[in-house]
Each structure stands twice: as C-alpha cells, then as structure tokens.
Nanobody
Framework: QVHLEESGGGSVQPGGSLNLSCVLS??????MAWYRQAPGKQRELVAS???????KYEDSVKGRFVISRDNSKKTVDLQMNSLKPEDTAVYYC??????????WGIGTLVNVSS
C-alpha cells in the first residue's frame, strides 16, 4: 500500500519561508507534485516534477517556490520563499505512478499571517 507523509507546515509571517517535505513508502513514481486547498476554494496544483526532471509551477508561485525530488530517498520537497497571506492553505503531496494512478498525503497546514 502506498503511503505519503508530509511534514514542514506551520505558521509564518509574510515574507518568511517554509520547506515542505514528503516521503513516499514505495518505489519511484512518475510525476510528484504539491497541491494546495485554501478555505472555500478548490484544490489547485502548485508545482510538479516528473521523473525526467520536467518542472511546472502555478503562475502565482513562480520565482518564489522551488520543487525538488530525491528518488534515492523517495522524497519530494517544496521550498517556499517570500510567502504571502494568499499562500495560506492545506498543502498536499501527490504522486502518480507510471500507469496513471494518483496517490495523496493527508495534507499539512501552512498559515501565513502577521
């Protein structure tokens, strides 16, 4: 059974930084990604990285967030800099295997406020 565990969420002031980390319980996946869901809004893709290193970012986080993965450690990280109140959300780690099945973590809360 696939298990994804996120860590690194918390509260931070605007302009601050947080690093989210996700550890997978099984072998390498194709696309690994971070999504977020703010109160009253739909879940949205924040950033993704393929097994070949192709990276995509949601427009509002470009230049502020950096996604990375380490297949040997089965981890995917999201370094978040210059955080804004509108970044406040529950952040979810996601992984797609090579036959298109998607798996999710339970989420970690990021709260950006002064």
């Amino acid at each position: 059974q696939v298990h994804l565990e996120e860590s690194g969420g918390g509260s931070v002031q605007p302009g601050g930084s947080l690093n989210l980390s996700c550890v997978l319980s099984t072998s390498v996946f194709d696309v690994m990604a971070w999504y977020r869901q703010a109160p009253g809004k739909q879940r949205e893709l924040v950033a993704s990285i393929s097994n070949y290193g192709t990276i995509k970012y949601e427009d509002s986080v470009k230049g502020r967030f950096v996604i990375s993965r380490d297949n040997s450690k089965k981890t995917v990280d999201l370094q978040m800099n210059s955080l804004k109140p509108e970044d406040t959300a529950v952040y979810y780690c996601s992984a797609n295997n090579f036959v298109g099945m998607q798996y999710w973590g339970i989420g970690t809360l990021v709260n950006v406020s002064s």
